[in-house]
Each structure stands twice: as structure tokens, then as C-alpha cells.
């Protein structure tokens, strides 16, 4: 049976920030129907692109770090599940935190899951009222070992492979599972707005398909007007350590209200002709015919042998809707 061991860091649970007044005395920054209002109009989901990413150590141990690698910067909404439950707005306030995973097994791998939990014992009778981070460990064999029944509140962060016989817990083996927080499919975005998201951190891809790096996206989510028309641009570096002339292909998958696989027909391709020197551009695509509705644009990448691994960074996707 999967097992849960709890680690409470330093969260803003309700403020976003704080202020003081004119004697220098510590307030809130807002009031609680402002946060009821915030909370209500987003989905569940990271604020910020790196907000609770679950990543290695720098020198690989059997541990993990979560956060962005600076304070109070790192938001995520967490949907309740219970009737009259408002989303919680959580902020971490340290930089990272570190969890660590128990040994791995001589001979099975097991999966084992990061999860942010907010026990509320208005809502499950926890006696607490925190956000907390909690690693599951699940039970030999791989089957992911989902969420504590008693929990109310919480948000899969990621799953982490463990090997038989490892001693680290390297990057490959964490898959992110974070959702990207929105706008409810409720409200509308204004035609003309523009929503984008960057992600700067250089990570490599050998293969044909497209497909995801070991950070995903970058995404963003739209509500695609009346018109069903809408502007892509999507932009990165690439780089490569061997040979000669390697090309990259940074692409988009779309979700939601509509859906489309990456394909060629809409991707940038960079070509890298020495080894370690840096190609960089950008490109657009309008797109028409889309069904009105909230829609979810994801950047994937693939290469152009599959054999030579090409890195990626400084990776964005922007999308205006268009009248």
C-alpha cells in the first residue's frame, strides 16, 4: 500500500504579499473576498512557468529539490474537492525545498509521487490548516500510487521513477506533472489579447517525433474568440556538441476547445551547422477555423536524425487572438 511522509516548508497560504501601514505595521495585502474572487476565476494549476517544479540535485542524490530557486515567487492554485470549497492559492516562500525518497529496492522499481496538499480541517478533518508537500511512495512494481483518500485539496507536482538499485535520483527520471493555471472557461479573453510563457533552462531531445523535454512547454492557454482566429509565434536556441549541420524543430500541440497534433506544417527549424555554436529565430503562424473556447497551446520538439542530441533554450510561445 502507497505511503505518504509529509514535509512542512515556509507557504502563503492567503496573501499574496505583504504590506505595512503607516506605522510600519505588517497587513494583509488583501482582504478574503478578494482572495475568494482571485481563486474563483482560475483553474487549478502553476502561476509561473518553474513555480513547484520537481527537479534533481545538482549533484544527484537520492533527493529532490521543488521550486524555482527563488523566494516567494512560486504560486500555484489548488482546486478543493469538496462542495463550497474555494481553490487555495498557495505561495512557497523558500526558494526550494528538499524532499527526500526512500532507498530504492534491490530488485523492483516502484513509482513514487510529489504532491502539494493543502489539509484544511474545515473541509477534512485533519486538525491542520497548511499547505504542505507530500512525497507517495508507491508500492513495487511501478503502478502510480494516486492521492490519500483523506486528502481534500492537493495537486499532483510529479512522478518519479525509481529503479531497482539506484543510489540517485537523476533528471530522467522525474516526469512533471504540474497543470497550468487559467482563466475559468467561463470568462473570455478579450480579442487582441496576448498570453506567452518562456522557458529559458537548455534541455535535449534525440528523436524524430515531437514530443516534450524534460520540462514541459512552454504553455499557454487562450480563449479563442468569435473569429476562431489566433496568432502563433514560437522561438528558441538550439545547440548540439558533435558533427556538423544538425537541425532542431520546435512545434505546438493544441488542446482544449480545439485539438492538433505538432507537425512540420507549423514548426520552426533551426539549423546549428558547427558543433556548440548557438542557432536562434522565431516564427508565425495564424491560425483560422477554430471553435470559440478556452484552448491550451503546448511547444514540442523533435530533431532531425533522432541519433544527435540537440539542445533547447530560451524556449517561448506567444498567442494573440485575432478579431
Known sequence: MPTTTYVT????????????DGAGAAVADLAAEEDRLINAILSEGKLEANA?????????????????????????????????QEPYLVRLDVSVQN?????????????????????DNA??????????????????????????SAWKAAALLARITVAAGVTTIQTA????????????????VPAGTTQ???IATEESRANTAYGDLATVGPTVTVTVPASGRVRVTVGCKIKFSTGNDK?????????GANTAGASETRALILESTIAESPAAASRVFVLTGLAPGATTFTAKYATADGVVLIRFSDREIAVDTLP
Do not use: C
Open 52 to 84: 513547484f517544479q520537481v527537479r534533481a540535485q545538482a549533484i544527484p542524490d537520492m533527493t529532490v529539490r521543488v521550486g524555482s530557486g527563488a523566494a516567494k515567487v512560486d504560486h500555484y492554485v489548488v482546486a478543493g474537492d469538496v462542495a463550497g
Open 99 to 119: 524532499l527526500t525518497i526512500e532507498a530504492s529496492d534491490a530488485s523492483q522499481t516502484r513509482t513514487d509521487e510529489i504532491w502539494l496538499v493543502v489539509r
Open 9 to 20: 516548508s515556509t507557504f502563503a497560504a492567503r496573501n499574496i504579499g505583504a504590506r505595512t
Open 173 to 188: 527520471a522525474i516526469s512533471d506533472q504540474r497543470a497550468t493555471a487559467a482563466l475559468l472557461s467561463s470568462l473570455t
Open 123 to 148: 473541509y477534512d478533518a485533519s486538525a491542520r490548516a497548511l499547505p504542505q508537500l507530500a512525497v507517495r511512495k508507491g508500492d513495487l512494481g511501478g503502478a502510480n500510487p494516486g492521492p490519500d
Open 247 to 255: 537541425y532542431g524543430y520546435m512545434s505546438f500541440a493544441i488542446s
Open 196 to 198: 506567452s510563457a518562456v
